[in-house]
């Protein structure tokens, strides 16, 4: 009665570049008494590449064969009885680990992780990861503050990071330290205010400086994503209100986001200039 266990088997066949694919999987819950339960997973995952995903903006005319990674996680969940005299509605810990095997090539921008038109962008490079990895652990927490307001905290710590000539990059994406807060308060039957807070630590970003060579300045790369850009924060204000009828409900709301007006950092321009020298210029998020 306190043990569940779910064994899987996938099989994928890509003819696009004539591969198969065996991907076993085993999940386990444990429940440990009343409202907690104790999760771990294993599991073997394929990507394939599909056709549309074929890099020709960057010249790249081959399909790769699947990506594997192979994903352990844990996982404790405890629920506290509606009775209880404390705050806590519910407390929720993971930890996680990802290793990718052979990863596809991809181009990236060194100065700026997201991009209208990132293909059009001058400092694109071609990457190729040995591997992959992330890991990492989350802690959540819920409750309640009288009658009329919710709430929920989460933290996350990850590692991103790829392998590539032996050395261990962090990816474009990595954020080490990432927290949520969302506190909704009941204005009455039907209305809610919700206020939600974010906040992540800045992406990696490539560091440049410039040298002068026969009179002319020249731009000198750091290691790839050896940076960081400023940190990101924003918080968001949500007003709504439902409407019950008979066999439906509807429901409206107003949203504003970043209430503060916070800039924050989305990447940078880098130019040189014949009377300024090198001009980083810091993009920001609209």
Not at 55 to 73: A, I, M, Q
Not at 130 to 147: D, F, K
Request: glycine fraction near 8%.
């Amino acid at each position: 009665d306190f043990l569940t266990v779910e064994l899987g088997l996938r099989y994928d066949r890509h003819s696009l570049t004539d591969d198969e694919a065996w991907s076993p999987r085993v999940n386990a819950a444990w429940g440990l008494g009343r409202g907690s339960v104790l999760r771990v997973g294993w599991g073997w995952y394929h990507q394939s590449q599909r056709t549309y995903e074929l890099l020709v903006e960057d010249g790249d005319t081959t399909f790769y064969p699947p990506e594997r990674s192979e994903h352990w996680v844990a996982g404790f969940e405890h629920l506290f009885d509606s009775s209880s005299s404390t705050s806590l509605t519910g407390v929720r810990a993971e930890v996680y680990t990802r290793r990718v095997r052979d990863p596809r090539p991809r181009y990236e921008s060194l100065f700026e992780p997201f991009e209208r038109f990132p293909e059009g962008e001058l400092a694109r490079v071609r990457i190729e990861p040995e591997s992959s990895r992330a890991n990492g652990a989350e802690l959540s927490v819920a409750g309640r503050a009288g009658s009329r307001i919710d709430w929920w905290i989460n933290y996350g710590y990850a590692a991103t990071e790829d392998r590539v000539d032996g050395r261990d990059v962090p990816r474009s994406i990595d954020q080490r330290h990432t927290v949520n807060v969302d506190v909704n308060y009941r204005l009455g039957s039907n209305w809610d205010l919700n206020l939600a807070w974010r906040f992540h630590t800045g992406w990696p970003t490539t560091p440049v400086s410039a040298v002068e060579e026969e009179g002319e300045l020249v731009p000198v790369l750091g290691s790839r994503n050896s940076d960081r850009l400023s940190n990101y924060h924003r918080l968001d204000l949500r007003v709504s209100r439902r409407w019950q009828f008979r066999r439906s409900r509807l429901t409206a709301f107003a949203d504003v986001q970043n209430v503060y007006n916070r800039r924050n950092s989305a990447g940078q321009d880098v130019e040189i200039d014949d009377e300024r020298g090198l001009v980083k210029k810091t993009e920001h998020w609209p």
